[in-house]
Nanobody
Framework: QLQLVESGGGFVQPGGSLRLSCAAS????????IGWFRQAPGKEREGVSC????????VYADSVKGRFTIVKDNAKNKVYLQMNRLKPEDPAVYYC???????????????????WGQGTQVTVSS
C-alpha cells in the first residue's frame, strides 16, 4: 500500500527555518514525481516545489525561489523540503504528493498527482 507521511512542521519566527520530511512507503521516491503543495485557510492549494522522477529537474514557485529547496533522499526513501528565511505569508498546511508518471519535465499541477499525505502545519509568527 502506497503511503506518504509528512513531518517537520511547527512554529517558527519570521526569518527562521524548517525542514519538512515526506516519508514514502510502498514505492521508491526516485522513480516517482514528487511535489510539495500548501494550502492556507480560505486559499486554493498551490504548488511550492516539485521534482520529476529520478530527480533530474525541479520547479519552484516564484514566492519561494531562493529560499526553499526540494531534495530526494533515495537511501532513506524520503523527500525533504528545506525552508529558509520563512515569511509571514508562508504559513499553511504543507502536503507531499507523488505520482508514478515518467516524464522529462516537472509536473506542477496538483490534480495530476495521485497520492497525497495528510499534511503538516507550518506557522510563522513573531
Amino acid at each position: 500500500q502506497l503511503q506518504l507521511v509528512e513531518s517537520g512542521g511547527g512554529f517558527v519566527q519570521p526569518g527562521g527555518s524548517l525542514r519538512l520530511s515526506c516519508a514514502a512507503s510502498g514505492f521508491t521516491v526516485d522513480s516517482y514525481a514528487i511535489g510539495w503543495f500548501r494550502q492556507a485557510p480560505g486559499k486554493e492549494r498551490e504548488g511550492v516545489s516539485c521534482i520529476n522522477n529520478f530527480g533530474g529537474e525541479t520547479v519552484y514557485a516564484d514566492s519561494v525561489k531562493g529560499r526553499f529547496t526540494i531534495v530526494k533522499d533515495n537511501a532513506k526513501n524520503k523527500v525533504y523540503l528545506q525552508m529558509n528565511r520563512l515569511k509571514p505569508e508562508d504559513p499553511a498546511v504543507y502536503y507531499c504528493a507523488a505520482d508514478p508518471v515518467q516524464t522529462s519535465y516537472v509536473i506542477t499541477s496538483f490534480p495530476e498527482y495521485e497520492y497525497w499525505g495528510q499534511g503538516t502545519q507550518v506557522t510563522v509568527s513573531s
